[in-house]
């Protein structure tokens, strides 16, 4: 069994209900001879930054789409998803957030994800760009009204004019700031990443902002010190795509506990090569690799229980640190203090992994899926 600070051999798990009831070792357990699984035992995965996958979206004003996403990445080991939504016309982002509020009341998904439309033109992405505009506080009070006490997560891009008022509203209602798709320097980005929660959250580091330079650390460097400093928490996509090996590795050399691995992932994940759609715009895969029609990576293809395999063959992480990585560490950030772990008194989701570190058996709140 592996947790967010251990590794205990021969460990068993109790459940009652949907919450873990205790954790022994095989020794002090009586029914150790009938043990139903064997693999390495971890938490069920936190996915706080996913736009969907087989073939289903989370950019959509369709509850059972969105219903249907979820389930594909529980079953893969995810079993918490925010459910992200990218740029569109402001209309629509309220409708597809009011409909994914309904979702996320049902228990399906943990919360929303808003990323957009307050980015950086210069650094959109996979982002339309059509639809991007400054910070508004008009549009931030119709989303959270929309998102009905749901929305988790916003990415805006902290040089755009307007920023700070949306951050200080949007703080104030319980909503996690994240930073990205941003064009800002070292100096607006470190300034912009404060300590006390209004930017608490680095969305996709590295990706969507300038590249790491020695002589222009930019918003690379910047989210990495404010990280090592135990101050805000960078995800990384682990597919393999968006950032090579050896960039993940060092993001966990500089700030360990403060890593969320996230997919990024977008409807084709799951499914093969083939043309899909992330928002508003047509998406072409292939060999894995998700674009828009401009060139830029449209999202991942690939699930979480990927992305800690990637970070511990790739990245040489220990199994205890990529666990924190993919569900504890997530869990922390959007306050979620039920889950991304393995103790009595959370609720019971487990992973089993095969020796591969493949999932071989998932449950989620004490059901196995």
């Given at each position: 069994m592996v947790t967010s600070e251990r590794v205990l051999d021969d460990a068993v798990i109790e459940i009652s209900g949907d919450r873990i009831r205790d954790i022994r070792t095989v020794e002090q357990y009586s029914g150790a001879g009938s043990l139903p699984f064997r693999g390495t035992v971890i938490p069920g995965l936190v996915d706080i930054h996913n736009h969907g996958g087989h073939g289903h979206r989370f950019d959509t004003t369709d509850p059972e789409q969105a219903r249907a996403a979820a389930r594909y990445h529980h079953r893969q080991g995810s079993t918490t998803v925010l459910a992200s939504i990218v740029t569109a016309d402001v209309d629509t982002m309220v409708a597809q957030t009011a409909a994914l509020a309904g979702v996320a009341a049902g228990g399906e998904i943990a919360g929303i994800h808003v990323e957009g439309p307050f980015l950086s033109q210069v650094r959109c992405g996979a982002q339309d760009p059509r639809h991007l505009i400054d910070p508004d506080p008009v549009v931030a009070e119709r989303l959270l009204e929309a998102g009905g006490g749901w929305l988790r997560v916003l990415t805006l891009a902290p040089e755009l004019p307007g920023s700070e008022v949306v951050a200080d509203r949007l703080a104030g209602a319980g909503v996690v700031v994240a930073l990205g798709h941003s064009d800002a320097g070292y100096d607006r980005f470190r300034a912009a990443l404060v300590p006390d929660?209004?930017?608490?959250?680095?969305?996709?580091?590295?990706?969507g902002?300038?590249?790491?330079?020695?002589?222009?650390?930019?918003?690379?460097?910047?989210?990495?010190?404010?990280?090592?400093?135990?101050?805000?928490?960078?995800?990384?996509?682990?597919?393999?795509?968006h950032v090579e090996s050896g960039f993940g590795a060092l993001v966990f050399a500089t700030a360990p506990d403060r890593v969320a691995l996230i997919t990024d992932a977008m409807q084709a994940a799951g499914l093969p090569d083939g043309?899909?759609?992330?928002?508003?715009?047509?998406?072409?895969?292939?060999?894995?690799?998700?674009?828009?029609?401009?060139?830029?990576?449209?999202?991942?293809?690939?699930?979480?229980?990927?992305?800690?395999?990637?970070?511990?063959?790739?990245?040489?992480?220990?199994?205890?640190?990529?666990?924190?990585?993919?569900?504890?560490?997530?869990?922390?950030?959007?306050?979620?203090?039920?889950?991304?772990?393995?103790?009595?008194?959370?609720?019971?989701?487990?992973?089993i992994l095969d020796e591969d570190l493949r999932p071989r058996e998932v449950m989620r709140g004490g059901r196995w899926l």
């Open positions: 929660g209004h930017a608490a959250l680095v969305t996709h580091l590295a990706n902002m300038a590249p790491l330079h020695h002589r222009d650390p930019g918003a690379v460097a910047a989210a990495l010190v404010r990280a090592a400093a135990g101050e805000v928490v960078v995800e990384l996509i682990g597919d393999g795509v043309q899909y759609r992330l928002g508003p715009q047509t998406v072409r895969v292939e060999a894995g690799v998700a674009r828009v029609p401009s060139g830029a990576i449209a999202g991942g293809t690939s699930t979480l229980a990927a992305c800690l395999r990637w970070a511990v063959l790739e990245c040489g992480i220990g199994l205890v640190e990529a666990v924190r990585a993919a569900a504890t560490t997530p869990a922390r950030v959007i306050g979620a203090d039920g889950i991304g772990d393995l103790r009595p008194g959370l609720r019971a989701d487990v992973v």
